[in-house]
């Protein structure tokens, strides 16, 4: 499997175990979920510099957003050399980050491990969690979450 093609396939299989793709869902090719019709229009997001918003720390953008499904998303974080986007942090929902680019500095309860691209790292809920960039190069990574919707 080529790169692009296994980039592909990592990245179908992030959004299934993260509920992003569902039977029923675009995916399958029924065109409808929840009264919602969906097309390849509405369906594909490609990136699209206009619609980045800024953080502290780099720039965030929305494949998925909030609102598109129940609640699942899809963002691509791109964090500067030696920054993070916040510090570690709990939440009820559970979070799935994956490193596209560059290394990451990965916590979880208090514990911490450096990582290169093609990791992935599962946040438990209510767990203690962050993600930083220790390296010289700009960290990219996305983060796959489904909002409850006190939080959305």
Known sequence: ??????????LV????????????????????TGGRRFTLGTCVNTFDPARVESTAAGYQYWFVGKDFLDGRTVKMTVVRPHEATHPPHRHAEDEIFFVLEGTAELILNGETKRVPAYTSFYCPPDSLHGIRNPGDTELRYLVIKKYSPASR
Do not use: D, N, Q
Not at 1 to 10: D, E, T
Not at 13 to 32: D, K, Q
């Open 13 to 32: 299989v992030l959004a299934v175990a993260a509920g992003a793709l569902t039977p029923g869902s675009a995916w399958t090719g029924a065109g409808e």
């Open 1 to 10: 499997m080529g790169i692009y093609a296994s980039r592909r396939f990592i």
